[in-house]
């Protein structure tokens, strides 16, 4: 069965430093987001991206977030200068349309010290 | 406020219980979707509805669209069951979805 990989499973970084997730959404899947939850808390939404630009964003993606989707395949969140409360579990999701269910990818554990 | 609220946050069964985990909602949904998060941090999705009821094995989900409502039903319980269970709804004008607390469930052997 397909299903949304991430890659890395867990990422420690330091203050300041620049992080990039990396995720393979299901091949045939139109629309693609990023939620994170801080440990304890409850998943809340980052950003939805669909036809090769954004098509929603929390008040959480400031300028400091971006998303790519460079080659087809790969959808990709970047935090350019990462802070403590950064410090979250990332997950992608993707889905075939409006309609449809979201598959998540198992997450990545971001550390920031 | 909170858009969608769940209730009860945590909830301990023997196996073979019923378990009923309810949610409620204050915003008009596109559909109401229950998802469970294994101890581990994965989410997997295990309905998506937008009116009546859904049952897939021992899981059943209903809807009531007019009172702003939703249950997730675990019949014959097991431990393999416990979990986090998360209500989302995602909203007619996009596709985001907005999560509730979550429900954490125990079942004892």
């Known amino acids: 069965e397909p299903e949304v990989t991430q890659t890395p499973s867990h990422q420690v970084t330091q203050m300041g430093q620049e992080v990039i997730l990396r995720c393979v959404p299901i091949s045939n899947h139109l629309y693609f987001y990023w939620y994170r939850q801080i440990l304890g808390q409850k998943v809340e939404f980052l950003v939805s991206f669909y036809n090769n630009e954004i098509s929603e964003k929390s008040e959480i993606f400031d300028d400091q977030f971006s998303v790519e989707r460079p080659d087809g395949s790969n959808f990709t969140l970047k935090i350019r200068s990462t802070k403590l409360e950064d410090s979250a579990m990332y997950f992608c999701?993707?889905?075939?349309?409006?309609?449809?269910?979201?598959?998540f990818g198992p997450g990545t554990r971001l550390t920031v010290t | 406020k909170n858009e969608v609220e769940q209730s009860p946050q945590n909830l301990t069964a023997q196996e073979g219980e019923f378990i009923t985990i309810n949610c409620s909602y204050s915003v008009g949904i596109s559909a109401l979707h229950w998802l469970q998060q294994h101890p581990g941090g994965g989410i997997v999705s295990l309905f998506m509805l937008s009116s009546g009821k859904k049952k897939h094995g021992r899981l059943i989900a209903t809807i009531n669209i007019q009172e702003k409502h939703s249950s997730l039903h675990i019949t014959a319980s097991h431990p393999r069951d416990s979990a986090v269970y998360i209500c989302?709804?995602?909203?007619?004008?996009?596709?985001?979805?907005?999560f509730g607390g979550g429900t954490r469930v125990l079942v004892k052997p």
């Open positions: 999701a993707s889905n075939r349309g409006s309609v449809y269910e979201q598959y």
């Open positions: 989302a709804v995602s909203r007619a004008a996009g596709n985001k979805l907005t």
